[in-house]
């Protein structure tokens, strides 16, 4: 076993406990091991929590009484690491190749302007991706497996307490790096599996929270010329998952955006509309970019 890698990994989890157990035996597998485990359990209860100590003795463990949510876990476990770099994955995902943070080191030691590297997610049911140097400037990156140089996380207000995510946390993240000047990069080197057929974005609660997070990213960010685009934006969201049979839930999502902003007014900081449409004009380039890239896997 070579000498730990200087990157901690950050697992943030609600009501998953046999999952976590999973994720970190196989973060434990890496060769080498990451210098730090943060593992964040919301609505803890205490039982998972004494599991994992007994389990995992050198594992931090942070807590929550009440739902922080993902975003809000992993921000108590960024502003805990002691180490450079930092994994951030979920209690259902896990690196693939065994070298995975020795990779990270390296990347972030060569591109000393980038905050975060996209790793490459394969779900359930997928088939295998091949692991590639390929490494592409994107305008976002996956909540599920990223690294993030903590310095550069720091510079930001970072992520919000948000129970349900969907739609905020890593578009709100994302922006807060653009406006700094640090880059994201996704990295063909770095992959990731996430344990999830994706049926849960059915949900009813995942419908309501990504209008009502939508519509409040929009208000953290976007300067009052630019709130006639959010509207806009909006009732995209809500078409479409009228389109797609998500109706459950659309009424409700509406109806909490203007709490939401109220709630969440102290951390609105927009940014100039010039920032603005550069940062969504390179969001929609990259979305036309990855829909011919599908286009011509299908063959």
């Known amino acids: 076993m070579a000498d730990k890698a200087p990157v901690a990994v950050v697992i943030p989890t609600y009501n998953r406990g046999s999952a976590?157990?999973?994720v970190l035996?196989?973060?434990?597998?890496?060769?080498?091991?990451?210098?730090?485990?943060?593992?964040?359990?919301?609505?803890n209860d205490g039982a998972l929590e004494r599991h994992l100590m007994e389990r995992f003795p050198g594992v931090h463990i942070l807590t929550s009484a009440g739902r922080l949510g993902p975003g809000g876990g992993r921000h108590r476990c960024l502003l805990a690491c002691s180490?450079?770099?930092?994994?951030?994955l979920d209690d259902d995902s896990w690196p693939v190749d065994a070298d995975f943070f020795a990779i990270v080191v390296?990347?972030?030691?060569?591109?000393?302007?980038?905050?975060?590297?996209?790793?490459?997610?394969?779900?359930?049911?997928?088939?295998d991706s091949l692991r590639t140097d390929a490494l592409r400037r994107v305008p976002n990156f996956i909540g599920c497996g990223h690294a993030i140089r903590l310095a550069a996380y720091?510079?930001?207000?970072?992520?919000l307490p948000v129970p349900v995510s969907y739609e905020i946390e890593e578009a709100d993240l994302s922006l807060q790096l653009f406006r700094t000047e640090w880059t994201i990069?996704?990295?063909?080197?770095?992959?990731?599996?996430?344990?999830?057929?994706?049926?849960?974005?059915?949900s009813a609660e995942i419908t309501s929270a990504g209008i009502t997070n939508l519509a409040l990213n929009a208000f953290l960010h976007y300067p009052l010329l630019a709130w006639g685009w959010a509207s806009v934006q909006v009732a995209g969201k809500v078409a479409y998952c009228?389109?797609?049979?998500?109706?459950?839930?659309?009424?409700?999502?509406?109806?909490r955006i203007p709490g939401a902003c109220w709630r969440n007014r102290r951390f609105r900081r927009p940014v100039s509309l010039r920032t603005l449409i550069s940062y969504l004009t390179f969001r929609r380039t990259d979305q036309v970019f990855r829909r011919k890239a599908a286009a011509r896997a299908r063959g």
């Open 20 to 22: 976590v157990v999973s």
């Open 25 to 43: 035996g196989k973060v434990l597998a890496c060769d080498p091991q990451p210098a730090e485990i943060w593992v964040h359990i919301d609505q």
């Open 106 to 127: 390296r990347l972030f030691l060569e591109h000393r302007g980038t905050a975060i590297f996209s790793a490459h997610v394969q779900h359930r049911g997928e088939p």
């Open 185 to 202: 990069y996704e990295s063909g080197e770095l992959r990731v599996f996430h344990d999830t057929d994706l049926v849960h974005h059915k």
């Open 83 to 88: 180490a450079p770099y930092a994994v951030s």
């Open 242 to 255: 009228a389109r797609m049979g998500r109706v459950s839930g659309i009424a409700q999502g509406v109806l």
């Open 154 to 159: 720091r510079e930001v207000r970072g992520y």
